[in-house]
């Protein structure tokens, strides 16, 4: 790990045991994420993004267990702490949003109190101190008339101001880390774009790094300076934003892109990506995505690709392998 470096995952591996042995949910992922970097996390449903989420902010739910690999943040191992010292690390060190915010936040508690709570756990800050603290926070995440609103309820919010409590209540004690599962995903538009904003905000004054985990890519090329491409449990591709959306090498991220509709294009059908995520217990040997590929080869099938670097990019594709050798022979 590099002083450059906060959030550092090593070859994560995530098993759910079963009647007919250990499904592989998540197969020898590797990533890292800078301070005040947005990684944002796409795929389809099943590829394993929330998976990841969960197992680094350790929430993980039974009977899942991550099997193997590393998670490091700021250097220090996280994966093997206690619940108790895991607990502290979650929400003093990483905070997380989710997708229903009403999922994170306790209707019977007015929203002052459940940041107060969470202000108080973390840091040592007196009940007043915690209260003019909450105050900020909520103004900060755009809520007006903050002084009265918190002590509100839950329901008192509409969807998008319940979303930004609970932004105010992942930055309660300063995380380093912000781990965003599908956070605009219950939003409407103009909502998605005011909370795109506001994480973008996060990262610029706080110096705090989020992995944004969507199946949304325009929300990705709106926030993300670096994407990773999920499939079946893998990374397919990891790269700066700009090169994986405009230079995709892996046929799934080319599918993906050309699912996305296009003001200025005049085709008439939108590129569609053939058959569907497969099963924990079916998973194609090789490849995994070699039975959807409409550029499948004979190695597909039996050799799985490991990611190789295309030029500022990283692809798990033999394509982008015999690419590489090809270069290699033109110089």
């Known amino acids: 790990m590099t002083s450059s470096t906060l959030l550092e995952v090593r070859n994560l591996r995530v098993e759910f045991p079963s009647r007919h042995g250990n499904l592989l949910a998540l197969d020898d992922i590797s990533f890292s994420i800078a301070p005040k970097e947005v990684l944002g996390v796409v795929g389809e449903s099943g590829a394993g993004k929330s998976l990841t989420g969960a197992s680094i902010i350790g929430l993980l739910e ?34 997380a949003i989710f997708q229903d915010p009403l999922t994170s936040l306790n209707p019977l508690y007015t929203v002052g109190r459940q940041l107060t709570e969470t ?28 002084e009265a609103r918190i002590d509100h309820y839950p329901h008192q919010f509409s969807g998008g101001m319940r979303q930004r409590v609970v932004i105010a209540l992942a930055l309660c004690a300063d995380p380093k880390l912000v781990v965003a599962d599908e956070p605009t995903t219950a939003l409407d538009v103009s909502i998605q774009a005011q909370i795109i904003a506001l994480i973008k ?105 490991e990611l190789m670097s295309m030029q500022r990019t990283q692809a798990a594709c033999w394509l982008a392998d015999a690419q590489t050798q090809m270069a290699k022979a033109g110089a």
């Open 62 to 95: 039974p009977p899942g267990r991550i099997a193997g690999g590393e998670i490091l943040l700021a250097g220090r191992r996280i994966d093997q702490l206690p619940i108790a010292e895991m607990r502290k690390v979650r929400g003093r060190e990483i905070g």
């Open 201 to 305: 905000k996060l990262c610029s004054e706080n110096g705090t790094a989020v992995m944004l985990i969507t199946h949304d890519m325009g929300v990705i090329a709106e926030t993300a300076d670096r994407v990773a491409v999920m499939y079946a449990g893998r990374i397919a591709e990891i790269g700066p934003v700009g090169d994986v959306i405009h230079s995709p090498h892996h046929p799934y991220t080319i599918g993906l892109m050309g699912a996305i509709p296009s003001i200025g294009s005049e085709r008439e059908r939108l590129t569609q990506i053939e058959g569907s995520m497969p099963r924990l217990n079916a998973i194609p040997k090789g490849c995994a995505f070699n039975p959807r590929c409409p550029q499948v080869m004979d190695r597909c099938s039996h050799d799985r690709p």
């Open 119 to 146: 202000i108080e756990t973390h840091l040592n800050l007196s009940a007043a101190q915690a209260r003019t603290r909450a105050i900020d926070l909520l103004k900060s995440t755009g809520i007006p008339a903050a």
